[in-house]
């Protein structure tokens, strides 16, 4: 009998709990790496890793924004739709502070507070997706069908 190495991460719980389908695949952390070392480690398309981000509205509220791994996000159009003037990248530290998730480990799943969800349309057309599991080197694979049927986030054009 093998012991599971999936490790246990509030994100995981929240999988768990909300009876997702899902498999875990580990890789080895490089700091600054992003999407392109994961998606070299696991030997996937980037385009299939979704980066999870947090930013921030003029006011400080706090969003998520999922985006594929290999595109950026238009913050300029992504403020003109959600309505306000300014959308920027969170600090490390706020980030911290709103997802309870170091950067490089923070998944949408199981964050500390609520915070609104976006996401580019285009995710929703692949057939799977690879996203942060809660820990850095750790990734969960899932159908886009399971990330929109527990987060519910709002889609959004635009990436770059």
């Known amino acids: 009998m093998t012991k599971d190495k999936t490790p246990t991460t509030q994100a995981i719980r929240h999988l768990r709990k909300e009876g997702v389908c899902f498999t875990t695949h580990l890789y080895t952390y490089v700091e600054k790496g992003g999407t392109s070392v994961s998606a070299r480690e696991l030997g996937v398309d980037e385009h299939s890793v979704v980066k999870t981000l947090v930013m921030e509205d003029e006011h400080r509220l706090p969003l998520i924004i999922l985006m594929h791994g290999d595109r950026q996000v238009s913050t300029k159009e992504l403020a003109r739709i ?18 309870g998730y170091l950067v490089g480990g923070t998944s949408p799943f199981g964050t500390r507070r609520h915070m609104p969800t976006y996401m580019e349309a285009s995710i929703a057309d692949l057939p799977g997706i690879l996203i942060n ?18 987060l519910k986030p709002i889609v959004v054009k635009v990436a770059l």
């Open 82 to 99: 959600i309505g306000t003037k300014q959308i920027t990248p969170c600090t490390p530290e706020i980030a911290h502070k709103h997802t």
């Open 133 to 150: 599991g809660g820990k850095r080197g750790c990734l969960v694979q899932m159908a886009p069908a399971e990330l929109i049927r527990v």
